[in-house]
């Protein structure tokens, strides 16, 4: 029996033919199938699937049956297709899918579309704010009952809108004063730079004799450059796994689709799998923490930082026994491609 630690890499040639053959199959895999493809006799092969089993990678459900890859395996299955090459004629259709989305939200929802497109399973994208968001422009639109509509406009591409009240008519030469004096001095500033400068100004002894600024004062405290860190999420394709033999009861089913109809549900899946460094890819196999009944679905995402404050992400949900490798490559298509539009 071969001690812990010391599997070879025919080892693990054996294994990946293994979990190969099992997602094209479902059938628990036997010695003599491995066989047919390896220059081995099917006993050094038993010999390998023993320590294979000793070592976590495999399961036999029963003494007589053929062996089941676990999660390890499919981790380390995985890992092998992370160098597959993406196709530059691929990522040019990709590139110009994406480009023709004008905003960051239209190039989210293109991008969880185009995951699903190519994957057959659960595409998401996401677009997370960071505090280094840089300002566009504001504009302050008057409405009936001395309502205002605050509109802030970041360098990215994403649109905040906020309606406030005020008790006084102010009018729509004074709403442009205020307008102006925020675009002309802080257009282009990362958003705390200016909250920290603005609050200076604010405590200057010349700001109580300051009109605008006094103006500007108001608007800041009703929350005008108060953005909040809401992402923008899309995903589609719960429909896919319909039909997959997840081993759910049908209330189990339910459960499932339920979890990934909420946002805060699939972005939590984002944050707490999306780990590796900008742009690696990362692989999850096995969801239960998340939820019990995303036992039997891995996920393939990466994160990567786009220009002022954004930080992306896009993932494909699938089954344990999805297509890896089409899966990994779409991700880091549509990655490279969401990247290069947005620069």
Same mark, same amino acid.
């Given at each position: 029996?071969?001690?812990?630690?010391t599997?070879?890499?025919?080892?693990?040639?054996?294994?990946?033919?293994?979990?190969q053959?099992?997602?094209?199959?479902?059938?628990?895999?036997?010695s003599?199938?491995?066989?047919?493809?390896?220059?081995m006799?099917?006993?050094?092969?038993?010999?390998?699937? @023993?320590?294979? $089993?000793?070592?976590?990678?495999l399961? /036999?459900?029963?003494?007589?049956?053929?062996? %089941?890859p676990?999660? =390890? *395996?499919?981790?380390?299955y @995985?890992k092998t $297709?992370?160098?597959?090459?993406?196709? /530059?004629?691929?990522?040019?259709?990709?590139? %110009?899918?994406?480009? =023709? *989305?004008?905003?960051?939200?239209?190039?989210?929802?293109r991008?969880?579309?185009?995951?699903t497109?190519?994957?057959?399973?659960?595409?998401?994208?996401?677009?997370?704010?960071?505090?280094?968001?840089?300002?566009?422009?504001?504009?302050?639109?008057?409405l009936?009952?001395?309502?205002?509509?605050?509109?802030?406009?970041?360098?990215?591409?994403?649109?905040?809108?906020?309606?406030?009240?005020?008790?006084?008519?102010?009018?729509?030469?004074?709403?442009?004063?205020?307008?102006?004096?925020?675009?002309?001095?802080?257009s282009?500033?990362?958003l705390h730079?200016?909250?920290?400068?603005?609050?200076?100004?604010?405590?200057?002894?010349?700001?109580?004799?300051?009109?605008?600024?006094?103006r500007?004062?108001?608007?800041?405290?009703?929350?005008?450059?108060?953005?909040?860190?809401?992402?923008?999420?899309?995903?589609?394709?719960?429909?896919?796994?319909?039909?997959?033999?997840?081993?759910l009861?049908?209330?189990?089913?339910?459960?499932?689709?339920?979890?990934?109809?909420?946002?805060?549900?699939?972005?939590?899946?984002?944050?707490?799998?999306?780990?590796?460094?900008?742009?690696?890819?990362?692989?999850?196999?096995?969801?239960?923490?998340v939820?019990?009944?995303?036992?039997?679905l891995?996920l393939?995402?990466?994160?990567?930082?786009?220009p002022?404050?954004?930080?992306?992400?896009?993932a494909?949900?699938?089954?344990?026994?999805?297509?890896?490798?089409?899966?990994?490559?779409?991700?880091?298509?549509?990655?490279?491609?969401?990247?290069?539009?947005?620069?």
């Amino acid at each position: 029996m071969n001690h812990l630690g010391t599997l070879t890499p025919r080892h693990f040639d054996v294994l990946h033919a293994i979990v190969q053959n099992y997602i094209e199959t479902g059938e628990p895999v036997a010695s003599r199938t491995i066989a047919k493809k390896y220059p081995m006799s099917p006993a050094s092969i038993r010999n390998m699937m @023993a320590d294979l $089993l000793e070592e976590g990678y495999l399961s /036999q459900p029963h003494t007589s049956a053929g062996r %089941l890859p676990t999660e =390890r *395996a499919y981790q380390s299955y @995985a890992k092998t $297709l992370l160098g597959s090459r993406i196709v /530059q004629a691929e990522l040019d259709r990709l590139h %110009l899918e994406i480009q =023709r *989305a004008s905003s960051v939200e239209g190039r989210i929802e293109r991008s969880s579309k185009l995951l699903t497109e190519i994957t057959r399973n659960f595409g998401i994208a996401a677009a997370i704010p960071t505090e280094n968001q840089t300002l566009d422009q504001v504009e302050l639109l008057s409405l009936p009952d001395r309502r205002i509509l605050m509109v802030v406009v970041t360098r990215d591409g994403m649109v905040r809108n906020k309606v406030i009240s005020v008790e006084d008519h102010i009018s729509h030469e004074e709403l442009a004063s205020i307008r102006n004096y925020i675009n002309y001095n802080f257009s282009g500033w990362v958003l705390h730079n200016i909250h920290r400068e603005l609050k200076r100004r604010f405590e200057l002894e010349s700001a109580a004799y300051d009109a605008i600024l006094k103006r500007v004062n108001l608007f800041y405290s009703k929350g005008l450059l108060d953005l909040g860190l809401m992402p923008e999420v899309h995903f589609e394709g719960a429909e896919n796994l319909i039909g997959l033999d997840l081993h759910l009861t049908r209330e189990r089913m339910r459960e499932l689709f339920h979890a990934l109809e909420e946002k805060k549900r699939v972005l939590q899946l984002l944050e707490r799998f999306l780990e590796q460094r900008d742009g690696e890819p990362a692989i999850q196999v096995g969801l239960s923490d998340v939820h019990p009944s995303m036992s039997e679905l891995s996920l393939i995402g990466v994160r990567f930082g786009l220009p002022n404050g954004l930080e992306a992400h896009v993932a494909v949900l699938g089954p344990m026994r999805m297509n890896y490798n089409r899966a990994i490559s779409a991700v880091l298509h549509v990655s490279q491609a969401f990247k290069s539009a947005a620069m």
